[in-house]
């Protein structure tokens, strides 16, 4: 079973920056496209970027978009998300998610079309 652990997520200032990691485990990532939530509190989870499995098609929801990044890295068996122009509505926790399929170049913000999830790591933007 895909197993995903991340990591990077931390306290940072409103304009700052973070890099969240996702490490998978015991497996490959090759089949997996891969995808980023968050849920503060009191709110529903929401999708915030996903990647193919080839790495070609991006997703991004409105929110993040000119800010956040995704990429991976098959051969590490990585996937990062790197946040820049950080605000104080991105405060929530995290989480990466797996979702096993046979289109390489297609990803979608939908949680409950994902296998597998991570446990999640906070991310706190405050003054």
């Known amino acids: 079973q895909l197993q995903l652990v991340e990591s990077g997520g931390g306290l940072v200032q409103p304009g700052g920056s973070l890099r969240l990691s996702c490490a998978a485990s015991?497996?490959?990532?090759?089949?997996?496209?891969i995808g980023w939530f968050r849920q503060a509190p009191g709110k529903e989870r929401e999708g915030v970027s996903c990647i193919s499995v080839s790495g070609g098609t991006t997703n991004y929801a409105d929110s993040v978009k000119g800010r956040f990044t995704i990429s991976r890295d098959n051969a590490k068996k990585m996937v990062y998300l790197q946040m820049s122009s950080l605000k104080p509505e991105d405060t929530a926790v995290y989480y990466c998610?797996?979702?096993?399929?046979?289109?390489?170049?297609?990803?979608?913000?939908?949680?409950?079309?994902?296998?597998?999830w991570g446990q999640g790591t906070q991310v706190t933007v405050s003054a």
């Open positions: 998610a797996a979702l096993l399929t046979t289109v390489r170049n297609m990803c979608v913000l939908v949680f409950n079309r994902y296998d597998y």
């Open positions: 015991q497996f490959t990532l090759d089949y997996y496209a």
